[in-house]
Antibody, heavy 121, light 112 residues
Framework: EVQLVESGGGLVKPGGSLRLSCAASGFTFSSYSMNWVRQAPGKGLEWVSSISSSSSYIYYADSVKGRFTISRDNAKNSLYLQMNSLRAEDTAVYYC??????????????WGQGTMVTVSS | NFMLTQPHSVSESPGKTVTISCTRSSGSIASNYVQWYQQRPGSSPTTVIYEDNQRPSGVPDRFSGSIDSSSNSASLTISGLKTEDEADYYCQSYDSSNRRVVFGGGTKLTVL
């Protein structure tokens, strides 16, 4: 079964850091680009970051550039998101999503269940 | 950079047909494929249409997608509405100039 399972969410103070993980199974992880997409409470979907299959190409939304770092470990079938200098507006459910191609993600075909990140004092 | 604009909400009765629009602010709607995702309350998004008009296996043929270059928009049409179709629907495309994914703001479909 194709599956993405996120973990690492929680409550963090403004200015703090958090590292999210996404464990993939059921497909050849190393062949596909991967992504993080977030959804603030009661709001729509917002693309956060993409990473190509070999980590050669990495892209970020302007809202997180310079604060978040996406990475992957193909040997462990895992995707990560290091979030630093967190702000209240980063509060959201963070989804891991599989891209359709190796070099870039123009769409998503598999989504995880999401992990909640709350930034509050 | 471009934006995708959707109506905030639509409602229709069971058995009827509803169409949700998604208008691209700049550049041609045909430049990059449009996808549509369904998100039921408390659940993750799932794809109902990909590459403008393709249905993933398991999605009923009541769901269809199209693009219209004259209005620079994409549309999701759901026929024979069922109460289970009640959900939020998001259109999504790709900005190949900066390699970024773009989502519409989402449309809440109420089936009453």
């Amino acid at each position: 079964e194709v599956q993405l399972v996120e973990s690492g969410g929680g409550l963090v103070k403004p200015g703090g850091s958090l590292r999210l993980s996404c464990a993939a199974s059921g497909f050849t992880f190393s062949s596909y680009s991967m992504n993080w997409v977030r959804q603030a409470p009661g709001k729509g979907l917002e693309w956060v970051s993409s990473i190509s299959s070999s980590s050669s190409y990495i892209y970020y939304a302007d809202s997180v550039k310079g604060r978040f770092t996406i990475s992957r470990d193909n040997a462990k079938n895992s995707l990560y998101l290091q979030m630093n200098s967190l702000r209240a507006e980063d509060t959201a459910v963070y989804y891991c999503a599989k891209g359709r191609y190796g070099d870039y993600s123009d769409a998503f075909d598999i989504w995880g269940q999401g992990t909640m990140v709350t930034v509050s004092s | 950079n471009f934006m995708l604009t959707q109506p905030h909400s639509v409602s229709e009765s069971p058995g009827k047909t509803v169409t949700i629009s998604c208008t691209r602010s700049s550049g041609s709607i045909a430049s990059n494929y449009v996808q549509w995702y369904q998100q039921r309350p408390g659940s993750s998004p799932t794809t109902v249409i990909y590459e403008d008009n393709q249905r993933p296996s398991g999605v009923p043929d009541r769901f269809s997608g199209s693009i219209d270059s004259s209005s620079n928009s994409a549309s999701l049409t759901i026929s024979g509405l069922k109460t289970e179709d009640e959900a939020d629907y998001y259109c999504q495309s790709y900005d190949s100039s900066n390699r970024r994914v773009v989502f519409g703001g989402g449309t809440k479909l109420t089936v009453l």
